[in-house]
């Protein structure tokens, strides 16, 4: 079976999606029953080849798609017919019929079988969340792509219910595929971490994490509410550490925390590269994720995967994915967050115990099943069930 993934998402810092297509299809790769042919923008490649270290060649149609990206940075929809050209051009090079798997939501132009992965809906749901021009791109773009899809992927029984309560699908062109930890994720402890925490500027067990890109949907400015009321003595000797890329709305939030005296110290670590990402999991002390919507919410499973423990919100798929591992807390709920993370700081045994927890609770979430769940959808198309 041939499938043609639409990987452009590699090619830019990796974010939740971008994560989705290199362990999913990492592992669909090992899997002798599929023939994959990868779509970085720029190329395509037979096989899984990971995340491209340097720029493809520059030739052809891909030269164009690159040109526009630059010389036409404000005209959407002449980028978007380059795109598309240039999409065209690259599935000529596969031959034969065959599968395309849009991973991003929103698929190209295909007149074959195609599946579609809807990671959450939160541009509906919650539209404030986003810039209106990303929420007017996927209220104008989605419906089509919806109904063009034979089967559609979701990655949480909470994004299966938002899809149905916008869009009328049929459960059977449904299937829900549960995200994982990428093995690298494990505990260490201090002796194994020291190279990367100095690389890091932290000390193992000394830091409060919290992971995700800067952005309003991940309600940071509650949780810099929680931890700015602890008692100082705590805050001296766990700071708050967020890494992630600057996203959008971002300017109230971080002048906040430019103006922030009395002790309370954050450090914003931006993008950290990925060979570092399971060392800031490990070595961190408690693991904080306040986000308002998740479609699955992967950070905290990575959190949990390294035996940190973990403390979110009680809204969309968090539930799913944390269980009785973790604590959770309504996320606008300044003062209940502060207590949890308080006692996740102050008594340790309690903070281990539920680490351990969640060490085991990851464990029951595996890729190679995600793969296998995801090569039965595209198994239903081609039989024609």
């Not at 190329?43 to 720029?55: A, H, I, L, R, S």
């Not at 132009?109 to 996927?138: I, N, Q, Y």
């Not at 993008?271 to 986000?291: K, T």
Request: a positive charge; one cysteine or more.
């Amino acid at each position: 079976m041939k499938v043609f993934v639409n990987a452009t998402p590699l090619l830019a810092p990796l974010t939740g999606i971008g994560r989705y297509i290199t362990h999913l299809f990492g592992a669909i790769d090992k899997l002798t029953t599929v023939e994959l042919w990868m779509h970085y923008g720029l190329n395509v490649t037979k096989g899984f080849q990971g995340v491209p270290e340097k720029p493809f060649d520059q030739a052809g149609p891909a030269r164009i798609n690159t040109l526009a990206k630059r010389f036409l940075p404000r005209h959407r929809t002449l980028r978007r017919i380059v795109e598309k050209a240039t999409f065209g051009f690259q599935q000529a090079k596969v031959g034969g019929p065959f599968l395309y798997h849009e991973p991003n939501y929103v698929a190209m132009p295909h007149k074959g079988a195609l599946v579609v992965t809807v990671h959450d809906m939160s541009c509906f749901d919650l539209p404030e969340s986003h810039p209106k021009e990303r929420v007017a791109l996927m209220q104008r773009s989605m419906p089509s792509s919806i109904e063009r899809a034979d089967h559609i992927l979701v990655v949480s029984e909470a994004s299966r219910m938002a899809l149905q309560r916008w869009f009328d699908v049929d459960s059977a062109r449904i299937t829900t595929t549960y995200l994982a930890a990428d093995r690298r994720f494990r505990p260490q402890n201090a002796e194994q971490l020291q190279p990367q925490m100095a690389t890091l500027g932290l000390k193992a067990g000394g830091y409060v994490l919290c992971v995700g890109t800067l952005e309003p949907r991940k309600n940071l400015s509650t949780l810099l509410s929680a931890y700015g009321g602890l008692p100082q003595s705590l805050r001296r000797h766990f700071p708050l550490v967020l890494a992630g890329a600057e996203g959008w709305k971002t300017q109230d939030f971080l002048s906040r925390i430019q103006g922030l005296r009395d002790g309370v110290t954050v450090k914003l670590m931006g993008h950290v590269p990925e060979v570092l990402m399971p060392a800031l999991y490990a070595g961190a002390a408690a693991f904080c994720y306040p986000s308002r919507y998740e479609g699955f919410g992967l950070p905290a499973l990575e959190a949990m995967a390294c035996g940190v423990p973990v403390l979110t919100c009680n809204q969309t798929s968090l539930p799913e994915v944390v269980g009785d591992a973790g604590l959770m807390v309504d996320p606008d709920d300044v003062q209940d967050m502060r207590e949890r993370l308080r006692s996740l700081l102050e008594d340790r045994v309690f903070a281990m115990n539920l680490g351990m927890r969640g060490h085991m609770r990851a464990a029951t979430f595996s890729w190679e099943r995600c793969a296998q769940e995801t090569v039965a959808a595209y198994e239903k198309i081609s039989l024609g069930s």
